[in-house]
């Protein structure tokens, strides 16, 4: 769009700039050099963006869980050595081990333990326990929950009986559920990634990361919709399960 653009000048502006897929490096080029940025903690300090604070809270895996999800780890990571392959973006591991495991049984093999290791982490007892507690803290709040994994969003929604979206959602469904939240006829909602940009989603006071990825452009989106201009101090809280990659996650979609 922008290379056709008969224009003698372009602007850019982006909430989230940055990308996995390193896409962003060509902006110089399509738009020109970056001449001004402010941070969202910058902008609270004005009328721009509501005061908030960051909480993490630490989950722990169960005794028998912790063995299953090292053992899922080694099988990963022994592949990776043997192979010598290294992972350092998410496009890395599609190219470098989801196509590859389409035609080797042993890339397969890792790629499945993989994702089991990062279903125990998401899954982890403990924190339905947090979410429960947190839900019973904010009743009077509107909430929004999030999780990078739809299976995880049917099943919060399921076991606290809370409206949720996701991808399967029909367009009239998923209108009429915003609006009741918009109008506190819905004080929570628990969503995937369908709602992390391109939708006007009510304005709230609390949002929940149950488990997300590590990439800073979905972090500030989601908290981005807590940051609307308010009384009070808005709050975001992330579960992070100890011991595990979301650790490590957690840490770098902040830098």
Known sequence: IAE????????????????????HVELDELIGPEVYRRSPAELTKGRYLAQYQEKIIDIALS???EIRYAEQRRIYSSFLRRRRIVIRSPEDFQQKLIFLSARDPEARTAMLAWREARQIAMNAPAKYSEIERLLHKHAADQVLLFSEYNPVVDQISRRFCLPSITYKTPTEERRTILDRFRTGQYTKLVTGRVLNEGVDVPDCRVAIIVSGNSTKREYIQRLGRILRPKEGEALLYELVTTGTTEEEMAKRRKE
């Open 63 to 65: 005794g028998e869980d």
């Open 4 to 23: 056709s653009a008969f224009t003698p000048l372009r602007l850019g502006l982006s909430a989230t700039p940055e990308r996995s897929d390193m896409a």
